[in-house]
């Protein structure tokens, strides 16, 4: 069973570096989504992708942020300058479109110091 | 906007007690309803779901949700849980026709043997 898949799995950056994150869904959805967890929190929405179009973004989702799926099948998030701030698990889903269901990937843990 | 409440953020039981989670949403109009599970070191896992239909929804290893909808709620209920349940638990909901997912801040369970 080849579920989501995320790459790094953990990231250790400086403030004010650029970092990137892929993910790669399951093979037949063609929806992923990205979405940010804090220590203490529920997982945050970012953004949703449909095939290769980006439907919906959150107002989390600043400016240093870009999220993209050139093919409609993996995906990157890159943050630009990052910031204290951005310290945290970046997690991938993606689903069907039969289902509403949303599968996670093991996320990758970021880390800015 | 919609949220979603889990009133008990650390539970604590021995096995074979009941448990039961509460997730309160505000949302006036017709959502689907998730409980996901987080077991320590693993990635989020879909519980169960509702969708329509009869409120009372059955997921794996044993637990059921009912929703009551007069409420706003869809608690998560298991009969006697088992130590192998320790994990942390996120109910979340979505507006149908939408994707983006609103978790709760999660419950975390501890199961004494």
């Known amino acids: 069973d080849t579920g989501v898949s995320q790459n790094p799995r953990h990231k250790i950056t400086k403030r004010g570096q650029n970092v990137t994150f892929r993910c790669d869904p399951i093979?037949?959805?063609?929806?992923l989504y990205w979405y940010r967890q804090t220590l203490g929190q529920g997982p945050e929405f970012l953004t949703y992708f449909q095939n290769e179009a980006q439907l919906e973004k959150s107002r989390l989702l600043s400016d240093r942020f870009s999220a993209e799926r050139p093919k409609g099948s993996f995906s990157t998030l890159e943050i630009q300058r990052t910031e204290q701030g951005d310290s945290a698990m970046y997690l991938c889903?993606?689903?069907?479109?039969?289902?509403?269901?949303?599968?996670f990937g093991p996320g990758t843990r970021l880390t800015v110091t | 906007a919609q949220s979603v409440s889990q009133h008990n953020h650390h539970v604590i039981l021995s096995e074979a007690a009941s448990l039961e989670l509460g997730c309160n949403y505000s949302y006036g109009g017709t959502v689907n309803l998730f409980w996901y599970v987080q077991y320590p070191g693993q990635h989020l896992q879909l519980l169960l779901k509702y969708f329509s239909g009869d409120p009372l929804v059955k997921g794996i290893k044993g637990f059921e949700a009912e929703f009551i909808k007069s409420k706003f709620s869809f608690n998560l209920r298991k009969p006697s849980v088992q130590w192998s349940d320790t994990a942390e638990y996120f109910c979340?909901?979505?507006?149908?026709?939408?994707?983006?997912?609103?978790f709760g801040t999660g419950t975390r369970l501890l199961v004494s043997p």
């Open positions: 979340a909901v979505n507006s149908r026709g939408f994707q983006k997912l609103v």
């Open positions: 889903a993606s689903s069907s479109g039969r289902g509403y269901e949303q599968y």
């Open positions: 093979s037949e959805h063609n929806r």
